[in-house]
């Protein structure tokens, strides 16, 4: 490599394809046949599409910092909870509001229902109803958050 940039020798290199950071694309086919580069590529993708994970690539962003997940750990102790407008802010200062349905990394919709953990910390419903967690867990657990939708139950 020179100054980061490799020379591609064509001979050496059947087919050459290059994305740059735009997402502009280049192929060169040397002097392969173009229907069978298509059929490689073909394949790369299934491989691709097979080992993507189950969640968004970029999580949906939203105008609420809470939807990031800050490299510090969100804090029950210190928490506190206005209830009139079901909004609670943990002890790091980020405030978490509760009428809305959170989606975590994996497509879970989690849903507050009313009530706080010993620690202070929301307690959430999953939306299959039977799995209960503390907010600061689903959080550690299955992040990012990102609100959805609203409602509580």
Known sequence: ?????RFIDMAE????????SDGRLEVQTGKICTARAADVLEQIAARLRAAHPPFPCFPPTAANPTSERPDELLLADGGRLDRSSKVWTDGRGHAWD???TWGDAVGVEWRWHGSLDSNGAPLLRA???VTVQALDVVRALYGPLAPLAGGTE
């Open 1 to 5: 490599m020179t100054d980061g940039y």
């Open 13 to 20: 290199q059947r087919l050459v394809v290059l994305v740059d």
């Open 127 to 129: 939306n299959n109803g």
């Open 98 to 100: 509760l009428s809305l």
